[in-house]
Structure formats: structure tokens, C-alpha cells
């Protein structure tokens, strides 16, 4: 596959078509690459593609399977998913909400304005990074759990949260040779 997967992926997909199936050790991948195949997969079938196999990453960085994204489909991950669908993302809960995204959004404006005055490079990453955090956790939370304006109790220091939001997608994308080979 090589060190960029997607770039290896799409040059498959250019080769044998928008819809394909791989195997990664002993687990088989079906891999849609274009809008209709994405619909077969996600719409048409999508409970024949729902569940992801075991891996070390979803019993260790969420709690032996337990989140939203690692459970296997089944009466817990309905009623995950229904929360998620009545208590944070339905159009009533967003619109309730929406006055949060925008305060982020200007107190980050603000961040960024004397930096652009003085011509200084800027990584957007770290303030969006920060942004969508101070978001979710005041969608989830009802208060900031990072940076100025968040409980002293709770706060963390916001190189303490982004080291651990890196750590966790390292640690969800590294491969774990016996998830591929599970005898080993």
C-alpha cells in the first residue's frame, strides 16, 4: 500500500474500477471510491457493511469496544446511536447550539487577528483544533474544558488536549500486526 494509502487506494480504484474488494492480512476491505458506490455502500447495504472488525486500537483507546464508532452493531449501538442522533445532532439540538459555534468561531477570529496584522505564518490547524474542541465540549459538557474560559477544576492546558488527540488518532491508524494476522 505504501505510506499514503489514499494515494495508493485511488490508484487502485483508477485501475480496477470505483468499487473494490482487498484483503489486509485476513480481514477483507470493500473499497467504494465514487459517489455511487459510496450510496451502495453506506445507503443500499448498509447494514451488511456496519460492523468493523476487532482491533487492538477500539479495545484500548475507547474502552473494550464501547464508543459509538468501535461497538458492533447490535441493541447497544442503536441506542448510542439514537443518542448521538436526538441529544446532539438533530436539527432542533443544532439550531440550540448554533450560537456556541459562532462564539468559538469569533473568539478565534479575534485570536487570529493581531497575528495576520503582522504578517506572521499561521497554523490554522491548532485553532481549529481548539475551536472544534471548545465546541464539543460545550455541546456535550455545557462549559469549555480547554484553554481561556474553561473551569479551573477541569481545565487542561491546551497542549495537554492536543497531545491527546494526536495520540489517540496515532493510535487508532498504527497497525497491529495481530489485528491482521490474529493467530500471531
Known amino acids: 500500500i505504501g505510506p499514503l494509502p489514499h494515494h ?22 470493500v473499497v467504494g471510491s465514487s459517489l ?16 468493523r472488525p476487532r482491533m487492538a486500537c477500539g479495545k484500548y ?10 461497538s458492533h452493531y447490535g441493541p447497544y449501538w442503536r441506542q448510542l446511536r439514537k443518542l448521538w442522533l436526538t441529544e446532539l445532532l438533530s436539527a ?41 474542541l471548545n465546541v464539543i465540549s460545550r ?9 481561556e474560559g474553561a473551569s479551573s477544576a477541569s481545565a487542561a492546558k491546551p497542549e495537554e488536549f492536543r497531545w491527546m488527540i494526536e495520540e489517540i488518532f496515532f493510535l487508532n491508524g498504527a497497525p497491529h500486526i495481530g489485528d491482521m494476522i490474529p493467530w500471531l
Open 8 to 29: 495508493s487506494i485511488h490508484a487502485l480504484s483508477a485501475r480496477y474500477g470505483p468499487l473494490m474488494s482487498l484483503r489486509f492480512g485476513s480481514f477483507p476491505i
Open 61 to 70: 483507546t475507547v474502552y473494550n469496544f464501547s464508543g459509538m464508532l468501535w
Open 92 to 132: 432542533r439540538q443544532l439550531r440550540l447550539t448554533e450560537h456556541i459555534r459562532g462564539e468559538e468561531v469569533r473568539a478565534m477570529l479575534r485570536d487570529l487577528h493581531p497575528s495576520t496584522s503582522t504578517g506572521r505564518t499561521v497554523v490554522l490547524k491548532d485553532h481549529l483544533l481548539m475551536v472544534t
Open 139 to 147: 455541546m456535550v459538557l455545557g462549559k469549555r474544558y480547554v484553554g
Open 36 to 51: 455511487e458506490a459510496a450510496e451502495f455502500i453506506l445507503r443500499t447495504h448498509d447494514l451488511a457493511f456496519l460492523d
